[in-house]
């Protein structure tokens, strides 16, 4: 889902803003970082970001990245994922939905189900207030099925 100017002026100002309220620099890489997930705009991973920084010439080191990442998560910017894996995945926070990952070529999938995310958002969970939910179903994509 591509972004747009607008979405990614947002969030440039939700970075800025959270940057402020903790007291934390506002530095060229933090912004870079943000401007080439918002880019990537699928599940990424850390290397993914940081081969794509490299190839367009902007050096950055992967402690930074996995430090801004953990700023932008905590931000509510980015949401971090491990479907199945050690390797952590990253995608620009966009409100609930369900992930179909595919067990065997690895393809993941985002769909909408407002009637679950209804469910699981508006539940009592005794004193807990769920901000967004993200749902994982393994199983066969098309293409796999069909082999």
């Known amino acids: 889902m591509p972004e747009t100017e607008y979405e990614s002026s947002t969030l440039r100002d939700q970075l800025t803003e959270f940057l402020h309220r903790r007291h934390l620099r506002k ?11 918002i880019e990537l705009s699928a599940h990424f991973d850390v290397d993914q970001l940081y081969n794509a920084l490299e190839t367009e010439g902007y050096h950055v080191s992967r402690a ?12 509510g ?5 491990l479907f ?12 609930s939905h369900l ?17 679950l995310t209804q469910s699981l958002l508006h539940r009592d969970y005794d004193g807990f207030s769920p901000e967004y939910s993200s749902s994982s179903i393994y199983g066969l994509c098309a293409d796999c099925a069909g082999q």
């Not at 930074?64 to 931000?75: F, G, P, Q, R, S």
């Not at 910017?77 to 994922?81: A, D, G, V």
């Open 99 to 115: 992930h179909l990952i595919c067990r065997k070529c690895g393809k993941i999938k985002e769909i909408d189900d407002p009637l």
């Open 77 to 81: 910017i980015l949401n971090r994922h």
């Open 27 to 37: 530095t060229p890489e933090r912004y870079a970082i943000l401007s080439k997930a």
């Open 84 to 95: 199945a894996t050690n390797l952590a995945r990253y995608e620009v926070a966009r409100g």
């Open 64 to 75: 930074t990245i996995y430090n801004t990442l953990e700023l932008l998560c905590e931000a």
